[in-house]
């Protein structure tokens, strides 16, 4: 049973560049959520897909958006890198069906820094 | 202030000590509770979900109070290996997102 798998693991980029992150979900799950965690601070929500469709999204300016193909698997695109962008990016998986057992399994993550 | 708060640590205790993390959430809505670890530069892991009768899975209780809006974790006779980071993580309603607090971090000391 694959796990979320993330690619790449590290990744070096310089301010004003564009980066595309790729993540497959686990085996069996719909629904991608991807999160930014910066050093010694918790992740923050950027945006989750299911069917396709970006459902929800966080505190995140514009140059930061994403899709979902048909399996499921997504890719989350920043534009115009500022330094502030270097962080771990988190994707994780779950069952977008209404479910009191709903849970949220991570891949684990790309390494982003911006010189 | 922040949708899910936690103890700030980070929390420095001896190998066998009992200790015992808080987490609070402001927003009343909110369906799961989950404690989850992260290890060093590594992905969150699940913990436990936060049930209202309260759980226990080993070592580990967490207890949630809903009127108060308060999620504990209470780890018994630490382990090295215990050493991590805790993220208190809640579910705001079904089709919603998972909001995560800072994280305490834990250091066990032999």
């Known amino acids: 049973d694959a796990g979320v798998t993330q690619s790449p693991t590290h990744l070096i980029k310089t301010r004003g560049q564009q980066v595309t992150l790729r993540c497959s979900p686990k085996s069996g799950h719909d629904t991608v959520s991807w999160y930014q965690q910066a050093l010694g601070q918790g992740p923050q929500f950027i945006f989750q897909?299911?069917?396709?469709?970006?459902?929800q999204r966080g505190n995140f300016p514009d140059r930061f958006s994403g899709h979902q193909f048909p399996n499921y698997s997504s890719e989350l695109n920043v534009n115009a890198l500022l330094l502030g962008d270097s962080a771990l990016y988190l994707c994780?998986?779950?069952?977008?069906?209404?479910?009191?057992?709903?849970?949220?399994?991570f891949g684990s993550g790309t390494q982003l820094s911006v010189l | 202030r922040k949708e899910v708060e936690q103890d700030p640590g980070p929390f420095n205790v001896p190998e066998g000590a009992t200790v015992a993390f808080n987490c609070t959430y402001s927003?009343?809505?909110?369906?799961?509770f989950f404690w989850y670890r992260q290890d060093c530069r590594k992905e969150p892991k699940l913990l436990m979900s936060?049930?209202?009768s309260g759980n226990e899975d080993g070592r580990f209780t967490a207890q949630l109070n809903r009127a108060s809006q308060y999620i504990s974790l209470l780890i018994r006779d630490s382990k090295l290996s215990d050493s991590a980071t805790y993220l208190c993580v809640v579910l705001r309603g079904y089709g919603q997102n998972f909001v995560f607090g800072p994280g305490t971090r834990l250091s066990v000391l032999p």
């Open positions: 936060v049930y209202s």
């Open positions: 994780a998986s779950s069952l977008g069906r209404l479910s009191t057992n709903e849970k949220l399994f």
């Open positions: 927003n009343s809505a909110s369906q799961s």
């Open positions: 897909y299911y069917e396709e469709e970006e459902r």
